[in-house]
């Protein structure tokens, strides 16, 4: 485990999401899983989550789940490893630990949390991995308008932008990796 590099994939949880986005996930997991990246996630069955966790082993891949004790009846079964936390603050922590990549899928407001607070975390110098978010069909559109906004008005500075990327399919998501 300790020679593969590790990646976190923040990603929605539920049910009830486009069947695209999902498929998309299972097609960046499956790469992701060939090249030997250990995959960080939340490690739950519910939406997206349990997807790429059903994905990462039908590959065979590395798969860590980092749960907060308080979700532990929708863990995931097939988890390579599993780290248990207290709160969903310390998970988003021992998410990032040690990964060269956040990635964000489509996904809710918890999604939303973590890239947020990954890029913060970034433009503070306490996160020097790559942030990119799967911009599949506009879906980060918002949010890419958002920050650009917050340039415009100098309540960010560019720098600190370009932080964060947006890769529009799952192949262009894949080349910021190699």
Do not use: Q
């Not at 590790?6 to 695209?20: N, R």
């Not at 997991?29 to 519910?46: D, E, F, L, P, W």
């Not at 879906?139 to 415009?152: A, G, I, Q, S």
Request: charged share 30%; hydrophobic share 40%.
């Amino acid at each position: 485990m300790f020679n593969r590099k590790k990646i976190v994939i923040f990603c929605s949880a539920s049910y009830d999401i486009e069947p695209k986005f999902n498929e998309a996930a299972r097609d960046f997991v499956r790469t992701a899983c060939s090249r030997n990246y250990a995959i960080v996630s939340g490690g739950t069955v519910k939406g997206t989550m349990g997807v790429i966790a059903d994905e990462i082993a039908s590959c065979g891949g590395y798969h860590i789940g980092i749960i907060p004790r308080f979700m532990e009846d929708v863990a995931a079964k097939a988890l390579s490893e599993v780290v248990w936390t207290e709160t969903m603050s310390e998970r988003k922590e021992k998410m990032r630990e040690g990964t060269v990549a956040a990635i964000a899928l489509p996904g809710g407001v918890g999604t939303l949390d973590e890239l947020i607070e990954t890029l913060t975390l970034a433009k503070l110098d306490h996160y020097p991995g790559k942030i990119l978010a799967l911009n599949l069909d506009g879906f980060y559109n918002p949010l890419k308008d958002l920050l650009d906004h917050y340039v415009d008005t100098d309540m960010l500075d560019k720098k600190s932008r370009d932080l964060i990327s947006f890769p529009e399919t799952v192949e262009e998501l894949l080349k910021y990796l190699d």
